[in-house]
């Protein structure tokens, strides 16, 4: 089949892309590479340098390449930032996926998978989360997820299109050849790893004050080749109806857990502080993912934390400036 790919120059994204040509599927990249990196898209795929808030940019690359799927990653992801910068997600996030959405409506592409996120789930009462529960988000980022989900399930009703909207926890991880490199980098494992390689001081914790086991918050960390994977099946059961699934390992890790991993891993001591908490952070997330198991049969293949960390740091020391100078 062939897929685009938009955030294809991107962490998940870019390992999507690389199972996908893996698994025999051809690939078109649009991304305008504010975020992404060029060196990240497999020499295998199309890529086009655009921007979704492009709409004849848009059109133009469904007419070019005609692709019979859509995986929209290209976004702004997180949550922090959201809180300071509601318009980025409430605005932008939202207009490039309604342009991206009516653009494939009008090309007659009818398959989507949504990157979507847990921080659909500010207060949930039952964890492991499922499908099922309330939906609250946790920041405009959530929301933003949150409306394009939305959207999805009325072109389901009007359009015939078919969606998966896929609910990453914490992605993490690398594969052989692609990891995770965000300037600025946020995100708690490459953090830690940043200082194990000598890049950084210290970790700052945000908050020791969670209704959790150390006071310090929980998250569901899966491996981005497991996420792969799923998308990969939910493409192919796409046909068969639309769906929308939680995706995790159905473990949680405190903060100060995963810098403990870490120091085992990496053989460096990370020193830590404990910082003010960071707003737009739900407690605790952890999925249930029983449905994507059940339904497509996933098996996530890197469920264990250390070898997801170990996956990390593998990239993180073979890739010291990430993709630079690549
Ligand atoms: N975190 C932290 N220090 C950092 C970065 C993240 O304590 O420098 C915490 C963050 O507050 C959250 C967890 O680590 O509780 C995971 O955050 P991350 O940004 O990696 O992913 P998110 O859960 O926001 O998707």
Known sequence: MKILITGGAG???SVVAEQLIAAGDSVVVLDNLSQGHRAAVHPAAVFVHGDLTDRPAIDATFEQHRPEAVMHFASHTLVGESMQEPFLYLGENVVCGLNLLQSAVEHQVRRFILSSSANLFDAPERIPIAEMETIVPGSP??????ILERMLFWLDRIHDFRYAALRYFNAAGASEERGEDHDPETHLIPIVLRVALGQRDKVVIFGDDY??????????????LDLAQAHILALRALDKGSRVYNLGNGQGFTNREVVEVAREVTGHSIPAEIGPRRAGDPATLIASSERIRKELGWRPRYADLHTIIESAWRWHRTHPHGYEGL
């Open 11 to 13: 962490y998940i994204g």
């Open 141 to 146: 980022y959530g929301e933003s997820k949150h």
């Open 211 to 224: 209704p959790t086991r150390d006071g310090t918050c929980v998250r569901d960390y899966v491996h981005v």
